[in-house]
Structure formats: structure tokens, C-alpha cells
């Protein structure tokens, strides 16, 4: 993953610096980036806030949405997409 994706980035780099005869700005190679398919991949977790009126209600640390009555909701955000595996920010 990590040596395909420096490939990825400096492949575009060249030919956008080959193109432009100047360096790419984020925004450009952003574009070519996602171009290429490559996502952000946001990590939440779920926060267990169970009540009388709402069994196990969970929402989730990115968006605030809530799941009820599930004691183990989904491993992703239905709402936002976020992966559940409780590593906010982390380096995959
Ligand atoms: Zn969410």
C-alpha cells in the first residue's frame, strides 16, 4: 500500500511538473490522486449511550448519528462512512 501509493504520488508529480513546467499545487494533486481511486478513510467508534428510553443508543464520534437498540452496532457509519475500529486519525 504505502510503496504503491508513493509510486502514485510521484508519478503524478512528474508528469504535472512535466506538463505545467512548475510544481503541482495539493489541489492538482488531489484531483489526480482521487482520479486514481485513493480515498480518505475516516476512523470513529461508536459511543455506547444507553438510557430508559433508548436501549444501547450509539452514535457515532465523526457525525454524531445514533444507532438504537443494537448491542453491537454496525463496524462502519451508516450515515458517514466512518470505518469503527476506534482509531480516530490513525496511519494505515
Ligand atoms: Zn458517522
Redesign the pocket.
Known amino acids: 500500500m504505502r510503496k504503491g501509493l508513493i509510486a502514485l504520488i510521484f508519478n503524478i508529480w512528474l508528469d504535472l511538473m512535466a506538463e505545467k513546467g512548475c510544481a503541482p499545487t495539493a489541489e492538482e494533486m488531489a484531483d489526480h490522486l482521487i482520479s486514481n481511486g485513493v480515498t480518505v478513510r475516516k476512523h ?1 467508534r461508536w459511543l455506547q449511550e444507553g438510557n430508559a428510553v433508548y436501549m444501547w443508543r450509539h452514535n ?1 464520534s ?2 454524531g ?1 445514533p444507532v438504537y437498540n443494537k448491542i453491537k452496532p454496525y463496524n462502519y ?1 451508516p ?2 462512512g ?1 470505518k469503527m475500529d476506534g482509531e480516530e486519525n490513525a496511519e494505515k
Open positions: 470513529g457515532c465523526l457525525c448519528d457509519c450515515n458517514c466512518a
